[in-house]
């Protein structure tokens, strides 16, 4: 595809270079410095260095959870499936009987129960929410991670501004994740097993000082062909390198068991709450973006064994999360985003399972820049339309800039074309906003 960029081929010749030396384990810059992954074990960094910046964590429930098992249940109803509805901490508010710590926790976070985005594909609804937008003919958009990374990092950072996780094979490349013209540096750091990027540890047989004479080699070579190709791709390539090499310096990042044993305790023994820490972890350093993927939940049969197994864990993870960031004072320049690409069905099929539903479903937010305790919008009696407030992936995407400090009108220029980050006319959800 050549898109109206800054010279898209060698874009995409950059972009495939950067994603090779991720996979080869050539990592660059995550914590250079011994003091800074310390850090990482105490209850809460320094205030100067949590008031610094901003970070967003997505937990992506792959495959669609079912908002009625979830977020907004109708208990009573041909649709409402076996289980009860319960109260929350906010009066009037009720949530699945699957989420109780959650529900004790309602006067935390924000429900937006009104997401009406049109798309019930998994590809191209997975896509659509992490951009926000369907991409065009000769343009294709940075999704959520690349964007924040590139608006959230700061300039003498030495992490990488976009990690994500997603170690389950369904669905693994649906979302098309990209950073299209913002150039290679903005690209995922993806880590598809466990916890650990592919190739961290130096090999045995290689030396402290081959090591470091090889980097220098490497760094000499990167300047020098650098000066003779002053274009954009290069530039980003090399700035990609940069950020991923100290990786390998910086082992402690991602060994949890340096957490206390009580902090892994509230996340449980899954991998989807290890990787939940990992994602603290991450933003407690400075990384701008993490998504946490759960997989799966397509539940087109049967959907309450699924959600009986799913739920509760989400359930465990998202309190955990919540209040370990509140603890830590992590909280109020952290925002945690709860969805998947759609919902499910009002009606429970032959096979006790609900389908793909992207016409009422609901999505779950706390933290940075959002009102606790808010809930917008309202399906009807059997959760088959939205009858107030209906918002699109626009408006969740452009909320979720404004939350975290970012103009949702700014623009990109793109060659001679400007560029919006989000469709014109699209608003975020003032009533939402702190």
């Not at 980003?236 to 340096?258: C, N, P, T």
């Not at 996340?267 to 933003?283: D, N, S």
């Not at 969740?396 to 001679?416: C, M, N, P, S, W």
Request: net charge neutral; proline share 5%.
């Amino acid at each position: 595809m050549k898109c109206q960029s800054c010279g898209s081929a060698q874009h995409n010749v950059s972009r495939r270079a950067f994603l090779g030396t991720l996979a080869a384990g050539t990592a660059a810059g995550f914590l250079g410095q011994a003091s800074a992954v310390h850090a990482l074990g105490e209850p809460a960094l320094t205030g100067v260095l949590k008031a610094a910046h901003k970070s967003v964590i997505v937990l992506w429930l792959a495959g669609g959870a079912s908002q009625f098992e979830t977020w907004d249940p109708k208990p009573g109803r041909l649709t409402g499936g076996p289980f009860a509805a319960i109260p929350t901490s906010v009066p009037g508010v009720h949530i699945s009987e699957l989420m109780p710590e959650m529900a004790k926790r309602m006067k935390d976070i924000c429900l937006i129960r009104s997401l009406n985005t049109k798309n019930a594909d998994h590809g191209a609804a997975a896509a659509l929410m992490m951009r926000g937008r369907k991409d065009e003919a000769a343009l294709s958009y940075p999704d959520m991670g690349a964007i924040l990374g590139r608006e959230l990092a700061q300039a003498d950072s030495k992490v990488p501004e976009y990690v994500s996780f997603y170690t389950a094979t369904e669905g693994r490349d649906f979302s098309k994740l990209t950073p299209s013209f913002l150039g290679a540096r903005f690209a995922p750091m993806k880590i598809a097993e466990n916890l650990m990027p592919a190739n961290l540890k130096k090999p045995a047989e290689m030396s402290e000082d081959e090591h470091f004479a090889r980097a220098q080699l490497q760094e000499q070579l990167g300047m020098s062909f650098i000066q003779g190709h002053d274009v954009a791709p290069v530039k980003s390539h090399a700035q990609a390198y940069a950020r991923v090499h100290g990786l390998m310096s910086s082992e402690e990042l991602f060994d949890i068991s340096k957490e206390p044993a009580h902090v892994r305790e509230k996340y449980g023994p899954t991998l989807f709450g290890q990787q939940a820490i990992m994602a603290r972890r991450m933003v407690e350093a400075g990384v701008p973006f993490v998504r946490v993927s759960r997989a799966w939940w397509d539940s087109h049969s049967q959907n309450f064994e699924t959600h009986l197994e799913l739920a509760p864990e989400l359930d465990r993870v998202m309190s955990a999360l919540l209040d370990d960031l509140k603890e830590r004072g992590l909280l109020e320049r952290t925002l945690v985003v709860t969805m998947g690409e759609f919902g499910r069905t009002p009606e429970i099929n032959a096979t006790l399972g609900r389908d793909h539903f992207a016409a009422a479903w609901s999505a779950a937010l706390f933290g940075c820049g959002i009102k606790a305790g808010a809930v917008f919008g309202k399906t009807d009696a059997d959760g088959r339309a939205v009858v107030e407030d209906e918002v699109g992936a626009g408006e969740l995407f452009a909320t979720i800039l404004r939350a975290v400090g970012i103009d949702h009108k700014k623009e990109y220029q793109v060659g001679a074309r400007p560029v919006p980050l989000v469709n014109p006319g699209v608003q975020p959800i003032g009533k939402i906003l702190a």
